[in-house]
């Protein structure tokens, strides 16, 4: 079985600001790993995955994760908030003979002026 | 066509009704998912298609739930004497194949916002 958990519901930042959303998966092996963004009345959006290729991931709007197998971590940060980050994002994870994503609940990102 | 595609995107219903809804994946994507994303409440696996078989189904909430596919083409969602608890969106996501179990990039629909009254 495998499981996301995404710890805050909701994080707020100052326009500049470091952004960093935390990821926790449990796996039985090796998985792969996603964040999925989602704008206001718009469908969710790969934001950047993880697939044993390298560690450090990068992806799309000057996002990257991290995975940390010690740590069963997949963190996403961004070294500076825009207005335009404000959405909910998604980590997920696939793997263990299960092809369909496993999404944590949910972070809601608030950008301030 | 460009992308996945669902329709209709909003659909009102009375409680008690059959609904049908319907997922246009991308063109030569194989694997087809089904998802529900109730209001404030992460994305629930429902039904994962190959081709036109269902190899995971283990998300569908009970019996009243259920979905077919064509080939690898269109896919249809029914749900049988609606509930005020199915309310939600409905989500269609599709992929191609992966190999050695690897998944590869769902790319997701607009979704339908169902609503029961």
């Known amino acids: 079985a495998q499981s996301v958990t995404q710890l805050g519901s909701h994080v707020s930042v100052s326009e500049g600001a470091l952004v960093l959303l935390r990821c926790n998966y449990s796996?039985?092996?090796?998985?792969?790993l996603f964040w999925y963004v989602q704008y206001p009345n718009q469908g969710l959006q790969l934001l950047l995955k993880?697939?044993?290729?390298?560690?450090l991931v990068k992806g799309i709007n000057g996002f990257e994760a991290e995975f940390k197998k010690s740590e069963t971590s997949f963190h996403l940060t961004k070294p500076s908030a825009h207005m335009s980050d404000a959405a909910e994002y998604f980590c997920?994870?696939?793997?263990?003979?299960?092809?369909?994503?496993?999404f944590g609940s949910g972070t809601r990102l608030q950008v301030q002026p | 066509g460009a992308g996945v595609s669902q329709s209709p995107s909003n659909k009102v219903t009375e409680k008690g009704k059959d609904v049908e809804l319907r997922c246009d994946p991308i063109?030569?994507?194989?694997?087809l998912y089904w998802y529900r994303q109730r209001l404030g409440q992460g994305l629930e696996f429902l039904i994962y298609?190959?081709?036109?078989?269902?190899?995971?189904k283990s998300g569908l909430p009970s019996d009243r739930f259920s979905a077919e596919r064509t080939g690898e083409s269109v896919s249809t969602l029914t749900i049988q004497r609606t509930q005020q608890e199915d309310s939600a969106v409905y989500l269609c996501?599709?992929?191609?194949?992966?190999?050695?179990?690897?998944?590869?990039?769902?790319?997701f629909g607009q979704g339908t916002r169902l609503t029961v009254v």
């Open positions: 996501a599709s992929s191609t194949a992966g190999t050695g179990g690897a998944n590869t990039e769902a790319f």
């Open positions: 796996s039985s092996v090796p998985p792969y």
């Open positions: 993880y697939t044993s290729a390298a560690t």
């Open positions: 997920a994870v696939s793997g263990a003979g299960r092809r369909a994503l496993t």
């Open positions: 063109s030569g994507h194989t694997a």
């Open positions: 298609f190959q081709g036109n078989s269902a190899p995971d």
